[in-house]
């Protein structure tokens, strides 16, 4: 029988955060892109996945760089269901905080794993099940949203399965949120069960989990939080032949493009020292270009605007 891990106990080194019961990776057949576009991503990932908050900064430049070739849809995969295990190390909400404070320093993204300790989380099915909502609406404000409710668990120790601010977040993205409210209750969950599904069918076992596949149902797998070049050789093993998008990589327009960054996303998109980039954005901040954020862990930038 193989050993329980808790899925809030991400492997560090390997990036992954295992969900309950998983089963290994299986072969299945890929599904072909569907928007005209040469390569489809399916990335199953968590609203609380720290791991996943882990690749932020890659897959940003993934989108700037190869974002008019690949089409990437979102699924949720289900990390805590609930509580109702004693495993890996973590048995109550408390124990997560260390360990992301440690996940924290290493993949160099703010997380305060405080909220474990003064609000914690009973679920990541509603936050999970608020994505799909957003999604019914606007795929592009659905990723927003996302981003929203990741910033504010990860920095603003905000817990993320009460409703009041999943509601708040689809508000400040532009999403209708009575709609969204209507579809929370309803549609939502039957889409949910689907992505949880899908990623059984798939054997996925843990997050970030992203399947590349071209027209030919020829596939890549990237399997936890990996440097940037892993997710670009997958897509240039499957297309050797795509050209990758040159973009300005001036402050304005990266925060125009993405309007919250935090040091290290600034430095992958930008090519720039990753302490260069710290100071460059605090002096944007001095000037009151910029807003920061901190935490004891790091610090996140918005744009002004």
Known sequence: ?????????????????EIPDGEDQVAVQEQKPSSGKAIKVI?????????????????????LEYGHFIDMEYRMGGLLPDWSYNSGGISKPSDVAHHWDE?????????????????????????????KAAQLQDEGKAISFLREIREMVFLQKKNIAKREHLVAAAGKVGLDVSQFELDFEGKAWELFSEDLKLAKERGVRGFPSLFFADNNGNTEFVYGTKPYAFYEIAILKLAPEVKKKEYQKSWESLFSMYPSLTAKEFSELSGTPRVESEQLLDELAIKGNLVKRNTKNGALWKFQG
């Open 103 to 131: 996940v924290s320093r290493y993949y160099d993204m703010p997380i305060d794993g405080d909220v474990w300790l003064e609000d914690p989380l009973n679920s990541s099915y509603p936050p999970s099940i608020a994505f």
């Open 43 to 63: 990335y199953f990932t968590d609203p609380i996945c720290s791991s996943c908050w882990g690749i932020e900064p890659q897959l940003r430049k993934l989108k």
């Open 1 to 17: 029988m193989k050993e329980q891990v808790n899925p809030l106990l991400c492997d560090i080194e390997t990036g992954m955060c």
